[in-house]
């Protein structure tokens, strides 16, 4: 059929294309509950070593620019699972059972030349400035046994960001998401009982469905106009 007789379709039965959009409509508005809060901590720190010594020819870009290092060293390994399972037993020590993959993909890291950048995303108020804090005790307690070159060195990280949760705003997306794709379902299901009633109702509108069964057409019979 042309693009044209699927329109006809529906027009004509545009009260069961719309019925089950209706229905979900309702159901969404009724039983709609705004997103839960989300909190996010955001904390900087400062990264480098303490040089072993200095000489008169020393050059002290070479600290900065190994303090560089440090920086995207530690923005790597924030992110990884043995940090997460690091962070998750200094809660546990403190009474607070938290799954290290949660933790893990809670963290998101940027470094900006020697500043460290940590984003902690949780859902929960107590718990977010919990595990913020168990975040910068293992930076700034730990952070140099991560890696073999800085053993002995401490601190390789300096917390300048207490740890502080800030609600975030839900995002529009994440609000209008399920709903359209409620939505959505519904309109099919409406367009294809509109289909399926066309398929099983006998009943002949056009003069183009006499023809497609091979009848011919002899006379057609004009719609009355109403007063």
């Not at 997460?84 to 037993?89: G, H, N, S, Y």
Request: hydrophobic share 50%; aromatic share 8%.
């Amino acid at each position: 059929m042309e693009l044209r007789t699927y329109w006809k379709i529906l027009i004509r039965r545009w009260w069961l294309v719309i019925a089950p959009v209706l229905v979900v409509a309702v159901h969404t508005v009724v039983t709609y509950h705004p997103p839960p809060p989300t909190y996010q901590v955001v904390m900087r720190f400062a990264a480098g070593t303490i040089p072993a010594g200095l000489s008169l020819d020393y050059d002290r870009y070479y600290h900065w620019l190994t303090s560089e290092y440090v920086a995207n060293g530690l923005a790597d390994v924030a992110e990884t699972g043995a940090f997460a399972q690091a962070v998750a037993a200094r809660l546990a020590a403190e009474g607070l059972r938290v799954d290290p993959a949660a933790v893990q993909g809670a963290i998101v890291t940027d470094n900006v030349q020697s500043i460290l950048v940590i984003y902690l995303t949780w859902p929960d108020l107590d718990q977010a400035r919990a595990i913020g804090k168990a975040v910068a005790d293992e930076l700034t307690q730990n952070g140099a046994a991560y890696f073999a070159q800085l053993e002995g060195l401490e601190p390789a990280a300096r917390l300048l960001d207490q740890p502080a949760p800030v609600p975030l705003p839900p995002g529009l997306r994440a609000q209008l998401l399920g709903p359209a794709v409620r939505l959505g379902l519904a309109l099919a299901v409406g367009i294809g009982l509109a289909l399926v009633w066309h398929y099983l109702d006998p009943t002949i509108r056009e003069p183009e469905e006499l023809e497609a069964l091979g009848l011919p057409v002899l006379a057609q019979i004009p719609r009355s106009r109403r007063r």
